[in-house]
């Protein structure tokens, strides 16, 4: 088993509309005006850009992302990965039977910073709390940041 290699799966309802969703999720270079984790993105070009993470460890990963699909039809998105973590993201935005939305996020990584790959095997569940805690500020960042833009009815 390669100790440093990691897969995740976020899953949550939102009430608001899936495309609401969507459109707030397309535009990464707007993250870090409400998942306080993402502390900086840097666009690179049209379908890249450079984000820096940081969550509750002291440390930052650093990620080039490349849109690898965007799918407004599907309401999909997909980047590829490389740098502090190599691999692929995914986030699926899925409408439920009451018009809400429900958000998918998924994660498969292999991790290349060296101090989180000496320390992989002791620290893989803290680790793994960490992207857990990052997810559930993204859910309340996101649903606040909805709320606030919601246009009136």
Known sequence: MDWSHY?????WRLDEQPDAVYRVLERPDR????WPQVREVRQT????GVLRFR???????VVAARSTRQDPGARVLEAALSG????WVRWTVQPTPDHGSRIVFEQA???HKRLMRLLAVPCRP???????AMMRSCRRGLRAHLAATRLPV
Do not use: E, I, M, Q
Request: overall charge negative.
């Open 126 to 132: 803290l680790f793994r709390a960490n992207h857990a």
């Open 45 to 48: 070009d049209d379908v890249s």
């Open 31 to 34: 993250y870090p005006d409400w």
């Open 55 to 61: 969550s509750a460890l002291p440390y930052d990963l």
């Open 7 to 11: 897969r995740f799966r976020s899953s």
């Open 109 to 111: 990584v292999t991790v």
């Open 84 to 87: 502090d973590l190599d691999g």
